[in-house]
């Protein structure tokens, strides 16, 4: 499979806990998104990188959270001290992006997502 | 980017073929038309992206109005795995953009 992959695709924790997720772009992709998707809602952006470099962040990324892309390739996403509202799901997507005059560049494919339950 | 409108619900008997409109009369000129869906508990999936031309895939047709104000995604003959939500977006193709997604069009397709 050449897919996104994420990892895990459940996690349940506790209130106050750190968790942790990894995404796994399509290889040679050099964009990597990651948004976050609550019940009946569409996804929201949350952060972008290129290649190592983390570009963008939204405002809804608060201190608690953090991501890198070591190397540029997989990608971490951390939540520390998690809160009830952070139950979502959490997607991944990538692009390779080529020159802007490309038909289809930058095209995001995503990964099946990771849904995190805080109890 | 420029924001969308679409119909919350549709529905479809199996075998016909699935016509999701969408409002855009906000687009700029480089703002293209994407379409994603999202199938129960899936990732998002892209389906396919156009900027004034009709344009053709595999899995579906997307019709865009000569003043480029609205779209509709075609798909010929639904079957039960379509049923999903059905995402329209316009995003500036330059540089990176991301996706601004909106609540789309849940299509349910019927036996």
């Known amino acids: 499979d050449t897919g996104v992959s994420q990892d895990p695709r459940h996690k349940i924790t506790k209130r106050g806990q750190n968790v942790t997720f990894r995404c796994d772009p399509i290889?040679?992709?050099?964009?990597l998104y990651w948004y976050r998707q609550t019940l009946g809602q569409g996804p929201e952006f949350l952060t972008y990188?290129?290649?190592?470099?983390?570009?963008?962040k939204s405002r809804l990324l608060s201190d608690r959270f953090s991501a890198e892309r070591p190397k540029g390739s997989f990608s971490t996403l951390e939540i520390q001290r998690t809160e009830q509202g952070d139950s979502a799901m959490y997607l991944c997507?990538?692009?390779?992006?080529?020159?802007?005059?490309?038909?289809?560049?930058?095209?995001?494919?995503f990964g099946p997502g990771t849904r995190l339950t805080v109890l | 980017d420029a924001k969308t409108t679409q119909p919350p619900s549709m529905d479809c008997a199996e075998g016909r073929a699935a016509n999701l409109p969408c409002n855009h009369s906000?687009?700029?000129?480089?703002?293209?038309v994407y379409w994603y869906r999202q199938i129960h508990s899936q990732g998002p999936q892209y389906i396919i992206h156009?900027?004034?031309n009709n344009e053709t895939n595999e899995m579906a047709s997307l019709i865009i109005t000569e003043d480029r104000k609205s779209s509709t995604l075609i798909l010929p003959h639904a079957t039960l795995r379509d049923t999903a939500v059905y995402y329209c977006?316009?995003?500036?193709?330059?540089?990176?953009?991301?996706?601004?997604f909106g609540k789309g069009t849940m299509l349910l397709v019927s036996p």
């Open positions: 997507a990538s692009s390779l992006a080529l020159e802007a005059s490309a038909p289809g560049a930058d095209t995001q494919y």
């Open positions: 290889s040679e992709h050099n964009r």
């Open positions: 990188f290129q290649n190592e470099a983390q570009l963008e």
């Open positions: 906000t687009i700029s000129g480089n703002e293209y």
């Open positions: 156009g900027l004034k």
């Open positions: 977006i316009v995003r500036v193709y330059s540089g990176y953009s991301t996706l601004t």
